[in-house]
């Protein structure tokens, strides 16, 4: 299994990042994707997950109205489009799947700094 995000950076407050994370390894349309992030001298935390059709997507509070997930299992990748990005939004984001039984898998992920 393989995860590799793509699409961070620096960014000013109130600007938009889209980030990328191409699948490889399981049977990408059958799982449920999730986005992890983990800001300097925090945990990790859970930001959005998409069930494994695209039609149900969950966020946490702090990033709902703001940051969208997406995927396209033609292309074995889930998105993550942010929007009125915030400073505190800064952080190493990861692209995660749970295949079961213990199968949790990771990226190595990418940073987004919102700073201006």
């Known amino acids: 299994v393989q995860l590799v995000e793509s699409g961070g950076g620096l960014v000013q407050p109130g600007g938009s990042l889209r980030l990328s994370c191409a699948a490889s390894g399981f049977t990408f349309s059958s799982y449920t994707m999730s986005w992890y992030r983990r800001a300097p001298g925090k945990g990790r935390e859970v930001v959005a997950v998409?069930?494994?059709?695209?039609?149900?997507?969950n966020y946490a509070d702090s990033v709902k109205g703001r940051l969208t997930i997406s995927r396209d299992n033609s292309k074995n990748t889930v998105y993550l489009q942010m929007n009125s990005l915030k400073p505190e939004d800064t952080a190493v984001y990861y692209c995660?799947?749970?295949?079961?039984?213990?199968?949790?898998?990771w990226g190595k992920g990418t940073l987004v700094t919102v700073s201006s």
């Open positions: 995660n799947v749970d295949l079961g039984y213990g199968m949790d898998y």
């Open positions: 998409i069930n494994s059709a695209g039609g149900r997507t």
